[in-house]
């Protein structure tokens, strides 16, 4: 019989361990280009399209670790992973899509308008192909891929409001623009490597 109380507590502390611990922007460095983009673009609106991610994320959770269950004794399975996992992916979108334009009609098109974007990035298949690479159980992946969706949020809050104050500060010439974008998210990295620790392997 499955206890939920220790299902529920190991979902609650993979998602705690990839929002921050393993934050996909700011330890793993993955889809922080896109991050950066959507910041620097005042016209996409990030709110949006970083709780459509976590959405997608929690939602291809499952499918995907079905997948990883049924392939789990296959020789070669490493190799299948990233294929089927894309495919799977892609469905998701799909049925995704069908429910909002059936579902959400008054905001379908602002939603269809980044849901590609939430899909298919590195973010989402980075924290999936994570959590399936490990062979993390159902409340795992499940943790694990909803914390991949807050931690991105979380990690675009912080460089939002990062770069609005750094607006108002008298930044160096030389130091404008990317360069003090990428000084700042690298200080916001080590300050999370800060909190976790780092094993250092000589």
Known sequence: MVDIKAAFAIFFEYAL?????????????????????????????????????????AVSALPLYLVNYLIRDWSYRYIFIPVLYVIMISATYF?????VQNLFTKYAR?????????????????????????????SQTLGYALGTGIGYVFATVMIVEGMRRLELCDI???????????????????????LTGVWLVY
């Open 95 to 99: 049925a995704v899509s069908l429910l």
């Open 17 to 57: 361990l990839a929002s921050f611990a393993e934050n996909v922007v700011l330890t793993r460095g993955i889809d922080s280009s896109s991050s950066l983009r959507i910041v620097s673009d005042r016209r996409i609106s990030w709110i949006l399209y970083a709780l459509l991610l976590t959405f997608m994320c």
């Open 172 to 194: 160096p010439k030389a130091f404008k623009g990317l360069p003090i974008s990428l000084i700042y998210i690298g200080i916001l990295s080590l300050a999370l490597y800060g």
């Open 110 to 138: 602002a939603i269809l308008k980044r849901l590609p974007f939430a899909s298919f990035n590195c973010a989402l298949f980075g924290g999936i192909l994570v959590a399936g690479l490990r062979d993390y159980s159902l």
